[in-house]
């Protein structure tokens, strides 16, 4: 978990034939919907055999899993790091919400699955995603904390605030087409802004660096 | 389109049988999504045959857009009633996007098929409710322009700053659980502060009327 990332790769390290299982599985989970994809349409897509893939996921749930986590994984690591160069509060929340939302974007498909699959986990599958989830959610906290300790940051209600700026990030994937007009920088940069404003600051509005 | 509704009903003037469909079948979309849920299940859970079902909806796309555009007809029309009642540009916003996000918390599983299901509709259909999602954008849009000419929004961009309260509002029915400790009428009144925070205004930190 603490592992060097790839940010624009959410399988790296992954060897090639279990990683087209994962990008087949994904394709169609976002798609159609987890209940919608059956294994035997993902095993067609991943160029396999049902067994092929059932050698490496016993079931689809634990396919499932397999990906949310992986995706899980990426968006707090991409987060974890995304703050540690910049030292002011508006530095850093700036990288924190440009990063967060530019995932959204770049890897919309696989956050899909991450943010609207959820309840599709078995039990025990959730309970870790869920503490994944808590842990990057805490990431934006600590940085929202730290703003208002440094009297920088004047809203009224900091979770509130903080739980809309995940809320517009996670929207993204919903949205979000490859190839319009809006692309993953400036969808960040623009999240950035509506997070400084809602942390009510008044911030210079340059891009982050 | 201008009918009178009851923002508590999208269903009113449907009959008993009909709506019976309409329920069966919007629970199975937002539970197990479009693809996944069978028209065999909706009609079990109708408590009737699948001949029955067809004979109101030939297919299960039909009866997905029947659901969708039931939906967007009935948040567009709450939202055109929001902010009759209002008169300055603060409060028709308020009211504005009380209401919406209200609906999402409210509708929360309808909300979730209007907003997470539109990949699913065929293009003739898509076409309809895409036209409904427009008006009720453009609501949005109005009352923002109307605060911004006024002078008391002081948004840097209006548009960005509309698409994110819809964002928001939209993105309720992905997290709001009934009896949890949030409200619809709550989560109404936080994303009408947001809304006024990102629109750059000094409101007073009241209710809507």
Redesign the interface.
């Known amino acids: 978990m603490t592992a060097i990332i790839d940010p624009d790769d959410p399988w790296s390290g992954t060897a090639a034939g279990p990683r087209r299982i994962l990008v087949a599985a994904l394709a169609a989970f976002a798609d ?6 059956s294994t035997r349409d993902i095993a067609a897509a991943a160029g396999m055999s049902p067994a092929a893939v059932y050698a490496h996921h016993r079931t689809k749930a634990d396919l499932l899993f397999a990906i949310s986590a992986a995706g899980h994984r990426h968006v707090l690591a991409v987060c974890e790091r995304a703050p540690a160069a910049e030292t002011t509060p508006i530095a850093r929340v700036r990288s924190l919400v440009h990063d967060y939302a530019a995932w959204h974007a770049r890897h919309h498909l696989l956050a899909r699955v991450v ?2 699959e959820l309840r599709s986990l078995l039990p025990e599958h959730r309970a870790v995603v869920v503490e994944l989830r808590s842990r990057t959610e805490e990431l934006f906290r600590e940085e929202v904390r730290a703003g208002v300790d440094a009297g920088v940051f004047h809203t ?2 900091a979770d ?2 903080t739980l ?1 700026i995940l ?2 990030g ?2 993204v994937s ?2 979000y087409t490859p190839g319009g007009t809006r692309t993953p920088v400036g969808i960040g940069r ?1 999240h950035a ?2 997070a400084l ?2 942390l ?1 600051t008044d911030h210079p ?1 340059s891009p982050p660096s």
Chains 1, 2 share one sequence.
């Open positions: 159609r919907g987890y209940h919608g994809a943010q609207y009224t209600d509130e605030t809309a809320s517009l996670i929207d919903r949205w623009t802004e509506l404003t809602l009510g509005a």
